[in-house]
């Protein structure tokens, strides 16, 4: 038996490929139309209420084609817009806020959690609700570092620059003594090692896109809608604007395993 | 007599702002409508297609409102879309590249000038092509500094972090030996006094903002469309997303001049 049909994933631009590629290493019967938003790309700098209209258009435009589970790639999206998502369709839905806050409440050991995102992400609070809800009394101290993502599309994710920006964000994270980082936004698992080296080895990095495909596994398993064991499963990708681009940059994400985008205009 | 419609003028979002403080200082009678598409902010990164879609939605909502002389104020919509708004609409279309290119060209001793400005902007070619058609012979060095519209949101415009961006995105120009810079993108003229320090007393930083509301002066004589001399001008603000954080990064490019803005969805 098993469910053929495949998992709906979608983000604001190119980011959420780091989701994609952790399902595809997850579950590697599943299938995956991947949709990212490039004509409105970012979110992060946008109202709760422009993005909640986009990310239900989007929705929408994944579930007419037949998905079976729909995961929200996009920090963003997830922090203002999952519970309105989650009241209106009729497929299970993920965003990438709770499993990260999952993992990361588990692991700290001081309860002292620092979450980097967005100015949307952290204005929303959402890391911030996860992690109380699960671990009651923890600490979070949550900083918005939106040149992140203007450096990781830049390709500086290493040398003196990045390492200014980065030390400038961080120093709030290092002085509250933080020993676990969410990284909430999907773009920065790409300034993972210069992170890492700034922080030190005593502060874990928690990365989304891994805890969020485990979390698909077993909400799959779960309603009986894993791909059946013999299934060849198909990747597609659509874009709102240029598909070119999306390629270039989809191939560098996902290291070359995509050679076609279709474009669909949204909104 | 005289004309008491408004000048339209739109961009992307708050950048535009320059040029319209550039606008009233010059033409002091006239009223202005001014719309930020703040909900699909930034153009920069995004197609001609997609820009050129969203700049026809911006020109008709003006329209609609009775305006009598549309200003693009943004240099990557005036780069790929000005022609198609010039071909539907019946009222002036004015674009910033062209006044920009202008100035450049009458400026620069030796024909040897540098544009900076979007990814799209750049990649259009719209200055080079602007340049030519005024000068021809010209030689043009064009950069594409996408960090520098997230260090001016940021206000991250002086100190280290600036300095090393700006260093590195200059080195080209700097190495070319132009002798004027075009800032071809509204938010760069925030990083002027740290351009200017860079790239030293030779070199001419051409800020279309002034040159634009000239070239509307302009326009608006020789279409007998000059505001009464009696006129008591009105301001209008109105975005697509969040007037609220409009209306905070507004008074900081308007030096508090703006106290109401409207929301109107677009696309």
Same sequence: chains 1, 2.
């Avoid at 994933?9 to 595809?24: M, P």
């Avoid at 996009?74 to 922090?79: D, K, L, R, Y």
């Avoid at 599309?153 to 990045?162: I, L, R, Y």
């Avoid at 495909?213 to 499963?233: F, M, Q, S, Y």
């Amino acid at each position: 038996m098993g469910d053929p049909r495949p998992i709906g994933v979608f983000d604001s631009g190119i980011g959420g490929l780091t989701v994609l590629k952790a399902l595809w290493e997850r579950l590697p019967n599943e299938s995956t139309l991947y949709l990212g938003d490039t004509a409105r790309v970012p979110y992060g700098t946008k109202s709760a209420e422009v993005v909640t209209r986009y990310t239900e258009q989007n929705a929408r435009f994944l579930i007419e084609r037949d998905i079976k589970l729909l995961v929200v790639a996009c920090n963003t999206a997830s922090a203002v817009a999952l519970p309105h998502l989650e009241r209106r369709l009729q497929v299970p839905v993920l965003g990438v806020i709770s499993p990260g806050a999952q993992a990361a409440a588990e692991r700290s050991r001081s309860g002292r959690i620092g979450v980097i995102g967005t100015a949307g992400t952290i204005r929303s609070g959402a890391y911030a609700r996860a992690l109380e809800a699960v671990r009651p009394g923890v600490e979070v101290v949550g900083k918005a570092c939106p040149l992140f993502v203007a450096l990781a599309e830049e390709g500086w994710v290493s040398g003196e620059v990045p390492r200014l920006v980065a030390r400038e964000y961080l120093a709030e994270l290092k002085d509250a003594g933080v020993d676990t980082l969410v990284l909430g936004c999907t773009h920065y698992p790409l300034l993972k090692p210069l992170l890492h080296t700034l922080l030190g080895a005593d502060v874990r990095l928690i990365d989304s896109a891994e805890e969020t495909a485990a979390e698909t596994a077993r909400v799959l398993a779960e309603a009986g809608l894993d791909a059946p064991n013999d299934a060849r499963p198909t990747y597609r990708f659509v874009c709102s604007d240029d598909p070119a681009r999306f390629l270039t940059l989809g191939q560098r994400f996902l290291g070359g395993a995509i050679d076609h985008v279709e474009r669909h205009p949204l909104g």
